[in-house]
């Protein structure tokens, strides 16, 4: 029929345009995201950490300090009589940083760090004075005990927002605590009634310089340098009092205009200083089957943390690893029981195994012969950690440790003869089977091994199936522009199944097949490389990436973009679960987002981890309220609890609807229950377990 009607014609036109846009608009935005929460500055505390013996310096006639914060690189010190700030500075013998030789090489000869010290004393203070802290924060803080070598425990200590100096001169206190909205730390001097403000006398250390600079004071020190700003002082309510700092060679006091000494006069100087500058990069994150989430980033600067948050973002614990290497190493999380390892980069391959409660549980400390760890990745098949790295002394690429870290196993993965390639990406597939891919080396076998693909089998990572070039331009230590101060080479750009394996640099998606390593396709998100990272499939094949600061999902032909959702800042790594949870980090955030519920079986990676806890709390306190069965594969469900009396107490067919402790409405006693569960798995295999469950109250 001919189209001879100009006005059909046209009608026709639209009504074709309008299901286009309709039909490419369904495309670009399958199903809606929400973000449920986000937290930034993650390691920013802003709070004043009790000394529990993880803290050892000597830093006060050689006793250790009562309290610890940290703003920044810049590590403060509370003791009686005095405040010590510490940063670290970072030298380079002159010979060798000059010496034209390649990063890995300068990092493990001339990197030096040398602690600087600035002391603030109170002159002619009160050797009675009393430190008091107030207004304690929910979330705790745990570290290695020093005291055990081995590296098999932990110390758990409570923090505060405010900490006081009580009658630090007859009647006057100095109160620190960090200001809303506004960087530095504050600290005001309380003259009481009684109190005379020409008693308070700060006198800083012989290697500082101070400065005024019109009503602000300057302090230059070797690697600190700060601004006090001019106070404001406050007598009552409303009466400002003027006041002004005087600066006497390093012993600082201050001048007020007449005031009523009958009430309280308050100082209140303000300090600032670029050493209080932090990266809050988060580099890897990951969440357990109980909805919680772990992450790990840090710096040399101001050290390298683990940080769990409850499935409603609120931070629970933040743990200090005992690094001291100048670069990002990694970590992983078994997904079963909350338990992370986590790792430095190199300077004895450090590796230490934190339970979820925050506490150190194991260190397996070597010299070597893997001496440098890039990536990790849990394997639920064998119970192992799977480990990236590289060697500037030895042939190893990679290897495997026990969940004890006792046994690191290394490989030489590439069967090389010399040394320096490093591993940029791995994954493991769930099936038996485990993926990797170095960057170009910058050694003396630069020619070899430059960026391919291979397959290896696990549990012990030989034979080598495949090895194929991937095209990319990795570099040893030179590529990935996001970590501070120095780069690494662990990068969040592979995932793979049973039948893909996917690679990202930031720039360009690539798709494999895992049985022969033959290449599919390519699609490019960005054109910026290296700059953003974060790689993860869904169980439909689906592909969840990181692309600056947002995530796009393609579908798993890598035809069609399929969404995006939005993030705070740029991203680094991210994680995808089954119930409808979108985990991102990057640049200064952690956040979670909701997504499209996966309904089309997942692969085989994890069909294997049925979790069921062993004991639960329900108390309304935000973790394990509700018992859960938690699994990336079960299609069919029934969970039954019964009481010690045979009494069947709950039951449910959805995973998403767990028991909260209750029988028609009225709480349960504490007590050991019974649990029946039955369950169909997507691949068709069904699952049935009996155990105990303890109830906690």
């Known amino acids: 029929m001919s189209m001879k009607n100009p006005v059909l014609k046209w009608m026709l036109l639209v009504l074709c345009s309008i299901y286009s846009i309709e039909a490419s608009s369904q495309a670009l935005n399958k199903g809606s995201s929400v973000t449920k929460w986000v937290a930034g500055n993650p390691f920013e505390n802003n709070v004043f950490i009790e000394n529990k013996g993880q803290f050892t310096e000597k830093i006060n006639n050689g006793q250790p300090s009562k309290y610890y914060s940290r703003k920044g690189r810049t590590r403060m010190y509370f003791s009686d009589g005095s405040v010590i700030l510490q940063c670290d ?25 040398i602690p600087e010290h600035l002391t603030i004393s109170f002159k002619g203070s009160n050797p009675g004075a009393k430190i008091e802290v107030l207004d304690p924060v ?3 803080f745990t570290y290695e005990d020093p005291a055990d070598k081995s590296g098999h425990s932990g110390i758990i200590a409570h923090a505060w927002q405010k900490l006081i100096y009580h009658n630090i001169y007859n009647n006057i206190d100095i109160e620190f605590y960090y200001p809303e909205n506004k960087e530095g730390i504050e600290y005001d001097i309380i003259i009481n ?16 310089l101070l400065k005024l600079s019109g009503q602000d004071m300057q302090i230059f020190s070797p690697c600190l340098n700060l601004i006090t700003h001019a106070p404001i002082a406050k007598n009552g309510i409303d009466n400002n009092v003027k006041t002004k700092i005087l600066v006497n060679k390093n012993t600082v006091s201050f001048q007020t205009d007449l005031y009523d ?25 990951d969440y357990d089957y109980l909805g919680n989430v772990y992450v790990g980033g840090g710096d040399r600067n101001i050290g390298y943390f683990v940080l769990k948050y409850n499935s409603s973002g609120k931070l629970q614990w933040t743990y200090s690893a005992p690094f001291s290497c100048n670069y990002y190493g990694a970590f992983t999380l078994d997904r079963r029981n909350g338990t992370s390892y986590f790792a430095q980069c190199w300077n004895n391959d450090n590796i230490v195994k934190v339970d979820n409660i925050g506490l150190q549980t ?15 990745k849990f394997d639920y098949i064998n119970n192992q950690v799977v480990i990236g790295g590289g060697n500037l002394a030895y042939t190893y690429q990679a290897g495997t440790i026990d969940t004890s870290l006792t046994n690191l196993i290394p490989v030489n993965v590439l069967s090389a003869t010399l040394f320096h390639h490093d591993m940029c990406l791995l994954a493991l597939d769930g099936a038996g089977n485990a993926y990797m891919a170095p960057a170009k080396a910058l050694g003396p076998d630069s020619a070899n091994f430059d960026n391919v693909l291979l397959r290896l089998q696990l549990p012990l990572l030989v034979p080598t199936i495949y090895m194929v070039p991937d095209g990319y331009h990795f570099v040893e230590c030179s590529s990935i522009g996001y970590y501070p101060p120095t780069t690494t080479n662990g990068f969040n750009g592979m995932v793979a199944n049973n039948s893909t394996v996917v690679t990202y640099d930031g720039e360009t998606l690539k798709k494999w097949m895992t049985p022969t390593g033959a290449f599919v396709k390519s699609t490019v998100v960005t054109t910026t490389p290296f700059k953003c990272g974060g790689l993860d499939m869904d169980c439909q094949g689906n592909l969840y990436v990181g692309d600056n600061n947002e995530v796009v999902e393609y579908d798993s032909t890598l035809d069609t973009l399929l969404t995006s959702i939005s993030c705070a800042d740029t991203v680094y790594g991210l994680a995808v679960s089954t119930q409808g949870e979108l985990y991102t980090c990057g640049n200064g955030f952690v956040q979670e987002s909701s997504i499209p519920v996966c309904s089309i079986a997942p692969p085989e990676s994890s069909c294997a981890n049925i979790f069921i806890p062993d004991a639960f709390s329900p108390n309304n306190d935000g973790q394990n309220d509700i018992l859960y069965v938690r699994s990336e594969c079960i299609k069919t469900i029934v969970f039954e609890i019964f009481d010690r009396w045979g009494n069947k107490v709950f039951e449910t067919n959805s995973e998403s609807i767990g028991w909260d402790g209750t029988y028609r409405g009225k709480p349960m006693n504490t ?4 649990y029946y569960l039955n369950a169909t798995l997507f691949n068709g295999s069904t699952v049935e377990k009996k155990g105990n469950v303890t109830l906690v109250r």
């Open 89 to 113: 500075s970072i030298r380079y013998s002159e010979k060798e940083s000059n010496s034209g030789d390649n990063i890995e090489e300068e990092e493990n000869n001339s990197i030096k760090r």
């Open 138 to 140: 929910s979330e705790y």
């Open 193 to 208: 009634p009684g109190g005379n403000v020409s008693d308070v006398k700060m006198v800083y250390s012989d290697n500082t």
């Open 261 to 285: 000494n009958t009430k309280p006069l308050i100082i209140d100087p303000w300090v600032t200083g670029v050493s209080f500058g932090g990266s809050n990069k988060v580099f890897d994150i």
């Open 362 to 376: 194991a260190m397996f400390n070597n010299s070597g012969p893997l001496l440098e760890i890039f990536k990790l």
């Open 671 to 674: 007590g050991t229950y019974v």
